[in-house]
């Protein structure tokens, strides 16, 4: 059974840094894109960011660049993101999602085949 765990969640202030994980377990997606998704309260799921299978290329909405980086261990079967310099918009719950292409950076929900269940990032002003 593949499952994506997300942990590092929680309430920070303006301006503070948080670090999400994603572990995955029950197959490796280190040939895979991951990426990282969020949800606010009455808005559509948002594409946040997303990483090659070697960790070799990124991509960002434009909301995050310079504040949040992407990154993986293909040896934990992990991806992470380091959000620094957070602001109240950013608050939402944030899943990561593997995809089962072998390449590219996919950016829509449908592109990714496996989701995990969020964790909840508020960020107060």
């Known amino acids: 059974q593949v499952q994506l765990v997300e942990s590092g969640g929680g309430l920070v202030q303006a301006g503070g840094s948080l670090r999400l994980s994603c572990a995955a377990s029950?197959?490796?997606?280190?040939?895979?894109?991951m990426g990282w998704f969020r949800q606010a309260p009455g808005n559509e799921r948002e594409f946040v960011a997303a990483i090659y299978w070697n960790g070799g290329s990124t991509y960002y909405t434009d909301s995050v660049k310079g504040r949040f980086t992407i990154s993986r261990d293909n040896a934990k079967n992990t991806v992470y993101l380091q959000m620094n310099s957070l602001k109240p918009e950013d608050t939402a719950v944030y899943s990561c999602?593997?995809?089962?292409?072998?390449?590219?950076?996919?950016?829509?929900?449908?592109?990714?085949?496996?989701w995990g269940q969020g964790t909840q990032v508020t960020v107060s002003s």
């Open positions: 999602a593997a995809s089962l292409r072998l390449g590219g950076l996919p950016r829509q929900g449908h592109d990714y085949a496996y």
């Open positions: 029950g197959r490796t997606f280190s040939r895979n894109a």
